[in-house]
Each structure stands twice: as structure tokens, then as C-alpha cells.
């Protein structure tokens, strides 16, 4: 079931405080460096040239079905998108990264860290993760999403991980379990008509 949404874009000066207060170990190039590996995958920096291949994720409705303001025809918006995904990332140490195949290079969608100023009173680091429909089924999305935390508390030293998932999005809602994530409490964001879960990672 979908919903109006707002997106609230986090200027990088607020960002940077907020990754003060929550991690003050991250510096600030380890996002261009960084590889993530697992059996079946390579976890990478975004590149500008990821647009054109995303572009098939941000269009399709299925996928986008729970996001904040639905799917997007425009190559244009998505290419602004990864440009401002890498750009916070620089800015942060951490960021979203493409999710590829290890046997081909080939991308499969995207997961990574995104810091809130503020998240329901306080500031908070969150997952996300999406992937391209016919990707969907095989375990990918836990594949990633279970290297991504496991990044995030040891590499990162981030004690706390978020998760806002819409209450009828099964899918995300297994995910989260599966990766360990526990329902907190739920949370009413600015625009929305009815409240999101938190799951939460704390290490």
C-alpha cells in the first residue's frame, strides 16, 4: 500500500555534526576506498555511470512501491541522485554503495548507510537497500544488507543502525529480521499519513 511522501534532504553541514555525535572514529575517505566482498557479491562507491543502470530500479513501481515519492521515468532526476549519494558519501566516510556481481560486474541495485540530523527527536544512521526487480528471490538483499552492518559496527564503530520500513512492506520487514534488526517502536515522519516501523542493530 503506498503513501504520500516527503524527501527531506539533509544538508551536509547538519550531517556532519549529527556523524559527530554518533561516530567520531569515521574519516572521511573511506568511502572512495572501500570494497565489501561476499560469496556472491562486491559491495563498491557509487560511480556517476551507475545512472544508467539504476535507472531501471527507480522506474519500475513494484520497487518503488514503498518509497517516499514513487517511481521516476527521468534519467535526469536519477542521475542527480547518485551524484548527491556520492557526494554525501565523500562528505561522511560512509554512504550507499553498488551492489554488483562478483562473477560479472553487473549491478544488481544499491545498500548503504545514510545519517539522519534527525530521525523521531534524535540523530540516527539508517540502512537501505534496493535491487532490481529480476534480482529479487535469491537472497541478494540480505547478502548485502548483512555485509553492509557488519561494516557498520566493526569497520565503522557505529553502535546504533536504523530502519524505517512501511508496515506493509513484508519483504523489508523479513529482511530486517533477518539481518538481525529488532522492532523498537513505531515512528511518524514528517508527511506521512500513518507510522513507519524502527527495527534497530545495536552492537
Not at 534519467?75 to 560479472?104: C, H, M, P, Q
Not at 512501511?166 to 520487514?173: C, F
Request: glycine content about 8%.
Amino acid at each position: 500500500m503506498g503513501r504520500p511522501r516527503r524527501t527531506h534532504r539533509v544538508r551536509p553541514q547538519v550531517a556532519r555534526r549529527a556523524l559527530k555525535l554518533l561516530s567520531p572514529r569515521i574519516y572521511s575517505n573511506c568511502y572512495t576506498r572501500l570494497m565489501i566482498t561476499t560469496e556472491r557479491l562486491l559491495l563498491r562507491p557509487l560511480e556517476t555511470s551507475d545512472a544508467g543502470p539504476l535507472a531501471e530500479l527507480f522506474a519500475d513501481p513494484d520497487v518503488m512501491r514503498y518509497s517516499d515519492d514513487g517511481p521516476h521515468q527521468d534519467n535526469e532526476w536519477v542521475g542527480d541522485w547518485v551524484s548527491a549519494r556520492i557526494k554525501d558519501a565523500r562528505e561522511s566516510g560512509f554512504g550507499v554503495l553498488a551492489v554488483t556481481d562478483r562473477a560479472n560486474g553487473g549491478i544488481l541495485g544499491y545498500c548503504g548507510l545514510v545519517t539522519h540530523a534527525e530521525l523521531d527527536g534524535q540523530p540516527e544512521i539508517s540502512i537501505g537497500y534496493r535491487l532490481i526487480k529480476r534480482y529479487w528471490g535469491h537472497g541478494f538483499g540480505s547478502e548485502a544488507a548483512s555485509a553492509v552492518m557488519a561494516h557498520a559496527h566493526s569497520a565503522l564503530r557505529i553502535k546504533r543502525v536504523v530502519a524505517t520500513i512501511d508496515p506493509h512492506n513484508d519483504a523489508s520487514l523479513r529482511l530486517a529480521k533477518k539481518i538481525g534488526m529488532v522492532y523498537e517502536k513505531d515512528v511518524m515522519l514528517p508527511g506521512y499519513t500513518y507510522p513507519d516501523h524502527l527495527y534497530t542493530s545495536v552492537d
